[in-house]
């Protein structure tokens, strides 16, 4: 079995055949799919299309850094009374991070939004879907901020088994250097998530994954409908593109294929522990 650990299924690119999507998906070998949220909209058609596949979706919940507006302080209190439900069906916290690509307007704003949403990881016992784009010093120093936080704070954790304030989650759509990779090492919580960039023909990933991170700490991911593996560039990704990560994995690790999907597979289950 597979996992797609970070796929946008319910996006309006998928409206037409989301049907034909997900048997394509269970067809590839993919038997789970993780849906992480964008923003206030996408809250609902994220959920409705959970329900509509139970069982093989589960959502998150979280800000992306790109979609904060005037109101994104009442967008993400809105966001934390789901959050403080019982029995919400929000696997992760996510996808949320810091992304000064395009625009640094909101530079101090994005960092307050990341921080608080690492604190609804913590309170409320779930792991981080973090989204990095130019931005990999501010992410770590946000990181390493709330846990001294919540070391000296004493943070009350709700439903937490223990109380190491130690944070999980993956580093979405990982392809930094190997020194960056040394660095998030150092967060034993986190795995790297590993999509189609690793097939592209000048990406340096392979390299960094060969010398640096071990498999062990790997999960696969498509971001459907962004970022196609090669053979498909340049067409919508979907969930069963993510059979292409694990066959360049397979090659960079120089380990078969089913024994790729057997680890990664675990990695993901280890980390977003509410998924049976």
């Known amino acids: 079995m597979l996992i797609d650990t970070h796929s946008h299924l319910y996006d309006e690119a998928f409206d037409a055949d989301i049907d034909e999507v997900i048997a394509r998906s269970r067809a590839a070998g993919v038997g789970k799919i993780f849906l992480p949220n964008i923003n206030a909209t996408t809250v609902e058609p994220m959920l409705a299309l959970a329900r509509r596949y139970p069982g093989y979706l589960y959502p998150m919940l979280g800000l992306h850094p790109e979609d904060l507006t005037d109101d994104w302080r009442d967008v993400l209190a809105g966001m934390e009374q789901l959050l403080a439900e019982p029995d919400h069906p929000f696997i992760a916290v996510g996808e949320v991070g810091l992304d000064y690509y395009w625009d640094r307007s909101r530079y101090d704003e994005q960092q307050e939004a990341f921080a608080i949403q690492v604190e609804w990881a913590?309170?409320?016992?779930?792991?981080?879907?973090?989204?990095?784009?130019k931005a990999h010093r501010e992410?770590?120093?946000?990181?390493?901020?709330?846990?001294v936080n919540s070391k000296s704070s004493n943070l009350k954790l709700s439903n937490c088994k223990s109380s190491n304030y130690q944070l999980t989650g993956v580093f979405h759509c990982f392809s930094g250097s190997a020194e960056e990779a040394k660095e998030l090492l150092g967060f034993e919580g986190f795995k790297f998530g590993i999509g189609g960039v690793v097939t592209f023909k000048n990406s340096k990933l392979p390299d960094v994954l060969r010398s640096t991170i071990p498999l062990e700490r790997v999960v696969v991911e498509t971001d459907s409908p962004y970022l196609s593996p090669v053979p498909y560039r340049g067409k919508r990704n979907e969930s069963a593109y993510v059979s292409a990560v694990v066959d360049a994995l397979a090659v960079i690790y120089q380990v078969e294929r089913d024994k790729i999907c057997e680890i990664t597979t675990r990695n993901a289950l280890e980390t977003f522990i509410k998924v049976p």
């Open 139 to 147: 992410m770590v120093d946000v990181l390493k901020s709330q846990i």
């Open 122 to 133: 913590q309170r409320y016992n779930l792991p981080l879907m973090i989204h990095t784009r």
